[in-house]
Every structure is written in structure tokens, then in C-alpha cells.
């Protein structure tokens, strides 16, 4: 996994895509801090963790849609799939690698509570670690989805599209559930929305239904990842 991890860190770091990601996470996010704190006055960074939910739905699509679709692009994925390395090493080894330039990118919010701390004397940590934790979390089922997608996918623009549309309709699922009238539908859909749970998380609850739920959708779609490389293998 340790290979796969150094080759696709690289692999972005060599490509402008790590630094588009990057450069457009930086220039929104600082856009929402400082419209929601530093113009309105507010301490709390939670609102800016909220509005970053759907900057993240935008560009995670972006960062993930070549993970396999270039690997097909450069006629090299049945090297990859016939080497003697395992099909769980080289998804986690990506996915790995797409959550280190999340992480890049999530630098900035350390800035934004160190600035927050300075302008208003006083910070709670404990909320700041747990809007941190929760956007980390976020980030990392959006990846594991557009990683999944793009195992699926042939074209880089297709994976990107199709990605965010199923991270818009996560997004969507709890309006769509007040619409059903189907008790038992209406309960599940709500049960599996993403922004309720994230919203937890920005409003100071670190709830570990919420963490558990994100982890086990990172864990379902790198396993639907290597089940759909296994068929890939064997076809």
C-alpha cells in the first residue's frame, strides 16, 4: 500500500489537479470565514465549517475522477491489476492519497482558528477539533464514492459528473424524505443523509453515530471498489 501511496501523492503533486483543489478549497473557504466571521463579528468557525460542506460536494469530484479512469487512460491499469500487490492495497493506497491533499487543503482551518482565538481572546478547542473531525470525515466519503465511481467509469469528465451527482443526492436525501409518504422510506432516507449528520458535527456534537456512519460509508464503497477491480481482474 505504501508504493500506491507515494505514487499517487506524487502523481498529484506532478499534475496541477492536487493544486487546483487546493487553490480553489483555499480561495472559497477563506471566502465564507470571512464573510461569516470576520465581517459579521462571530467567534464560533462552525458556520464556516457549514458552508464549506458544499464546497466540498463541488471539488471532491474533481480530485477523485482520475484515480482509475487515468490508469485506464494510460493503458496501465492491468499492469496495476496483474501486479503482485493487493487489490485492497492499491485502493486504499489512492484513497490514502487523495485524503493527504484534503488534509493539504484543510490546513487552512487551523489558520482560521488561530486567527478566531487571537480576535476573540478565547476559542473552544474541543468544538474547533470536532468541526475539523466531522469535515475530514465528510471529505473522506466523498472520496471513497468518486474513488468507486471512477473504478466504474471510463472518462475523467463522466467520473467527475457522476460523482457529484450522487454526493448531491446524499446532500438531498432529508428533503427528499419529508416529501415521501412512506413512513419506513421517509425514516431510512433521513437515516442515510449526509448533511444532518455532518451539521452535528458544526454545531458542537461529536456524536459517534454520526462518526461511525461515515466511517462505514468509507469502508462500503472501498470495498464496492475492490469488488468491482476483483471482476475487472478476473474478466
Known amino acids: 500500500m505504501g508504493a500506491i501511496y507515494r505514487r499517487e501523492v506524487k502523481a498529484y503533486f506532478t499534475s496541477?489537479?492536487?493544486?487546483?483543489?487546493?487553490t480553489i478549497l483555499f480561495y472559497f473557504a477563506a471566502q465564507v470565514f470571512v464573510m461569516q466571521n470576520?465581517?459579521?463579528?462571530?467567534?464560533?468557525?462552525?458556520a464556516a465549517y457549514s458552508g464549506a460542506f458544499f464546497i466540498l460536494l463541488?471539488?471532491?469530484p474533481l480530485l477523485t475522477m482520475r484515480l482509475f479512469t487515468e490508469e485506464k487512460r494510460q493503458k496501465t491499469d492491468q499492469c496495476l491489476l496483474t501486479a503482485p500487490v493487493s487489490l485492497f492495497s492499491i485502493v486504499g493506497g489512492k484513497f490514502l492519497a487523495a485524503c493527504?491533499?484534503?488534509l493539504v487543503g484543510m490546513s487552512e482551518f487551523v489558520v482560521f482558528a488561530f486567527i478566531m482565538n487571537g480576535l476573540a481572546g478565547s476559542l473552544d478547542w474541543a468544538v474547533m477539533i470536532g468541526n475539523f473531525l466531522g469535515f475530514l470525515l465528510l471529505g473522506a466519503s466523498f472520496i471513497a464514492i468518486g474513488e468507486f465511481?471512477?473504478?466504474?467509469?471510463?472518462?475523467?469528465?463522466?467520473a467527475?459528473?457522476?460523482a457529484f451527482i450522487a454526493n448531491y443526492l446524499l446532500f438531498q436525501l432529508d428533503n427528499f424524505a419529508a416529501s415521501v409518504s412512506n413512513e419506513v422510506i421517509s425514516v431510512i432516507l433521513q437515516n442515510v443523509g449526509?448533511?444532518?449528520?455532518?451539521?452535528e458535527f458544526t454545531a458542537g456534537i461529536l456524536s459517534l453515530k454520526s462518526v461511525v456512519f461515515f466511517?462505514?460509508?468509507v469502508f462500503i464503497f472501498n470495498f464496492l471498489t475492490v469488488r468491482a477491480l476483483e471482476r475487472r481482474r478476473w474478466n
Request: no cysteine; charged share 5%.
Open 194 to 199: 449526509f448533511y444532518p449528520k455532518y451539521n
Open 38 to 46: 470576520i465581517v459579521s463579528g462571530v467567534a464560533d468557525v462552525s
Open 149 to 158: 465511481v471512477s473504478a466504474m467509469t471510463e472518462n475523467q469528465v463522466v
Open 160 to 162: 467527475a459528473i457522476i
Open 100 to 102: 493527504t491533499v484534503l
Open 16 to 22: 496541477p489537479i492536487a493544486y487546483v483543489f487546493i
Open 58 to 60: 463541488f471539488i471532491i
Open 215 to 217: 466511517l462505514s460509508v
